[in-house]
């Protein structure tokens, strides 16, 4: 008996000592919390944005930890999971459907840059040169069809009926001057097709995959346009930490003179500042 009684005093000596230090550690790491701020972007170009201002964080006490991710899931997850403070590689509609579909609860707390749809020369090499009944590719999805259709408008080319906005398709085209033929393709091959079509719109990162720069397109979305404040690339948080002092401080560094200098610098045209 008195074997065992020592052995439950040992035993719970050591319960004690682990559950204090248990204790301790948590306090610990609930103390570093408060000075880390942990981000889930996209390598390009949120990443890059990002490691620009981790000396300026660093200066108003904060440690940036950016955690890069190559879908557009997980990220979001993690946030509405708590396993970062924000995120940053989405727009505001994607990030609605997102949480529609999954019953996320999460929201912007600042709008920093957007990646511009540019018309691009095939068979016809200027806008002024089109000719009746040229052919243009547009990609076949609703979002970027939309975006296509809304920037052939801004250059006269079309009109679309009042209130078509971001929701926009060809039935939505109320005047069509030229005669335009409109083909619709997946978003990933119109680059492909422009030797067998007149112009094309292309999406910012298609075009440069394609090899083409955003100066080489014959017009580009503007950074005051509906598309550039509809699909704005965003600061994400939590529902409720709009206001907190974490996320205060990232989104006054990232809306910085400093930030948009460079990706005015580095991007040429690719990414666009909206701040």
């Known amino acids: 008996m008195k074997k065992n009684n020592l052995k ?34 996209s ?25 890069e991710y190559n879908d557009y899931v997980q990220p979001n997850t993690a946030l509405e ?18 949480n529609k579909e999954n019953k996320t609860h999460i929201v912007s707390a600042g709008s920093v840059h957007f990646e511009p749809f540019g018309l691009y020369a095939g ?18 999805d609703t979002t970027n069809e939309a975006r296509a259709l809304l920037l052939l408008e801004s250059e006269g080319l079309i009109k ?3 209130g078509a906005g971001i929701s926009a398709t060809v039935v939505d085209i109320e005047e069509n001057p030229l005669e335009l033929e409109i083909k619709e393709v997946e978003a990933a091959q119109i680059a492909r097709t422009l030797q067998d079509v007149d112009i094309a719109a292309l999406n910012g990162n298609y075009a440069l995959d394609a090899g083409y720069k955003v100066s080489d ?12 404040k509809t699909y704005a690339n965003i ?13 205060k401080a990232l989104v006054e560094a990232v809306l910085s003179d400093e930030v948009k200098e460079y990706i005015n610098k580095n991007y040429d045209g690719a990414v666009v500042p909206v701040y």
């Open 81 to 98: 999971d708590g396993e970062l403070d924000a995120n940053f590689f989405q727009h505001q509609p994607y990030l609605d459907d997102f």
């Open 43 to 67: 390598p390009t170009p949120h990443a890059e944005i990002l490691n620009v201002v981790k000396d300026k964080l660093k200066d108003k006490g904060y440690k940036l930890e950016i955690v």
């Open 123 to 140: 068979k016809t090499k200027s806008l002024e040169d089109l000719k009746k009944g040229a052919t243009v590719a547009v990609p076949n």
């Open 217 to 228: 397109a014959l017009a580009v979305e503007k950074s005051d346009s509906l598309a550039a």
């Open 160 to 162: 679309l009926k009042e």
């Open 235 to 247: 600061i994400a948080v939590k529902e409720g930490n709009e206001d907190s002092a974490k996320t």
């Open 8 to 41: 439950r005093k040992i035993t719970a000596a050591l319960l004690g000592t682990a559950i204090i230090a248990t204790l301790l550690t948590g306090c610990g790491n609930k103390k570093n919390d408060k000075n880390v701020i942990k981000v889930g972007a």
